[in-house]
Nanobody, 123 residues
Framework: VQLQASGGGLVQPGGSLRLSCAASGFTFDDFHMGWFRQAPGKEREGVSCIANSGANAHYKDSVKGRFTISRDNAKKLVYLQMHSLKPEDTAIYYC?????????????????WGQGTLVTVSS
């Protein structure tokens, strides 16, 4: 099983980034997918998740209207489009896969985790 996140980088406040996560080694469309982040000195938190079918998604309140999660089951990819980035969005972003239950922002539901990609929002 492998989840490879990419697309992080340095961006100015108000800017945009799109993160990607490539999955392999499991039946991708059986799994809900989530994005989590961990800021320096803070615990990891759920940012967004999308159902295995792509039919529904959930977002952390602070990113609603700014972030959009999507997935391409044929390519085994999940994306996080981020707009209007703020310094408080600075974190390492992780993608994860959840097999059972409904799409969740709680990390204990997740079965597989990838290595993160660093997003830095700074002028």
């Amino acid at each position: 099983v492998q989840l490879q996140a990419s697309g992080g980088g340095l961006v100015q406040p108000g800017g945009s980034l799109r993160l990607s996560c490539a999955a392999s080694g499991f039946t991708f469309d059986d799994f809900h997918m989530g994005w989590f982040r961990q800021a320096p000195g803070k615990e990891r938190e759920g940012v967004s998740c999308i159902a295995n079918s792509g039919a529904n998604a959930h977002y952390k309140d602070s990113v609603k209207g700014r972030f959009t999660i999507s997935r391409d089951n044929a390519k085994k990819l999940v994306y996080l489009q981020m707009h209007s980035l703020k310094p408080e969005d600075t974190a390492i972003y992780y993608c994860a896969a959840q097999r059972f239950g409904d799409c969740s922002l709680l990390q204990q539901w997740y079965d597989y985790w990838g290595q993160g990609t660093l997003v830095t929002v700074s002028s």
